[in-house]
C-alpha cells in the first residue's frame, strides 16, 4: 500500500522529472536557435563573399572592355597617323583642272557622307589601275567637312586601301568656285570631270564601271 508520504515523495520525483525535461527541451531549442544563428550567419557571409567575386568579376570585364575600346582607339589612330591630306582652297586645286601635259585626267568629287559617291568608288579605282600605264590619272577630291578629316576621311582612305591620288577641296566660297569647275554644275556630287588638255567633258552624275570606261576611251582616240 502507499503511504501518505510515498505518494508525495513521487510527486516530487515526477516534478523534478518534468523540470529536467522542460529543462532539457528549452536547452535543446537554445542549441538548435545557436545552431541556425550560426548557419544563417555562414550563409550570409557566403551571400557577401558571391556577390563581392561577382562584383569583382563584372569590374574586371567592364575594365577590359573599357581597354580594349581604348587600344582600339589608338590603334586607330596609329594606323591613320601615316596618312597626310593634301588640303586646298580653289585657288590651289585649279591647277589640277588645267594640267595640259597630254595625260587623261578623271577628277571625281566626292565624299563619305554622300552614299552615290561611295558606291561608285570602286569603279574610279579599277580605272586607275587598269588604264595608269595608258597616261589615265585619277584624283579623287573630296569634299569632306573640315571635322571629319581624322574621324571618317582618313579611316576611310585606310579601310578601302584608295590607290588613287586623293586631295581635299576645302574652300567655303562654293558659289564662287563651282560655276569654274564647270557652268552647269548644280553642286550636287558625285560628279566628275574628265579631260585631255582643252578637250573636256562633265558629269554630275553616278557611273558604273562600263560607263566610266567607255567615257575614257573616247580620250584616249
Known amino acids: 500500500m502507499f503511504t501518505g508520504s510515498n505518494i508525495e515523495m513521487k510527486i516530487v ?6 523540470h529536467f525535461l ?4 528549452l536547452n535543446c531549442r537554445k542549441c538548435k536557435e545557436v545552431l541556425i544563428n550560426f548557419m544563417l550567419m555562414k ?3 557566403l551571400i557577401v563573399v558571391i556577390l563581392l567575386m561577382t562584383s569583382c568579376k563584372k569590374n574586371s570585364k567592364t575594365a577590359g572592355v573599357i581597354k580594349e575600346s581604348t587600344n582600339e582607339v589608338v590603334e586607330k589612330e596609329i594606323k591613320t ?3 597626310e591630306l593634301e588640303i586646298y582652297d580653289y585657288a590651289g586645286f585649279e591647277k589640277f583642272l588645267n594640267s595640259k601635259n597630254g595625260k587623261v585626267y578623271v577628277i571625281n568629287f566626292w ?5 552615290p559617291c561611295v558606291r561608285e568608288l570602286p569603279y574610279f579605282e579599277k580605272l586607275n589601275a587598269e588604264y595608269k600605264n595608258d597616261n589615265v590619272e585619277v584624283i579623287l577630291v573630296s569634299l569632306d567637312f573640315p571635322h ?3 574621324k571618317k576621311l582618313k ?6 586601301k584608295l590607290a588613287s591620288k586623293v586631295i581635299v577641296l576645302d574652300d567655303v566660297d562654293m558659289n564662287t568656285w563651282i560655276p569654274k569647275v564647270d557652268e552647269k554644275w548644280s553642286g550636287s ?3 566628275t570631270v574628265i579631260y585631255k588638255n582643252d578637250n573636256r567633258r562633265f558629269y554630275e552624275q553616278s557611273f558604273n564601271y562600263e560607263e566610266l570606261q567607255n567615257e575614257v576611251k573616247q580620250f584616249l582616240k
Not at 522542460?22 to 527541451?25: G, P, V
Open 81 to 83: 597617323s601615316d596618312i
Open 111 to 115: 565624299a563619305t557622307w554622300c552614299a
Open 148 to 150: 571629319l578629316y581624322d
Open 13 to 18: 520525483i515526477h516534478k523534478t522529472k518534468l
Open 22 to 25: 522542460y529543462k532539457s527541451l
Open 43 to 45: 550563409l550570409n557571409v
Open 155 to 160: 579611316p576611310f582612305i585606310k579601310e578601302k
Open 189 to 191: 556630287i558625285p560628279a
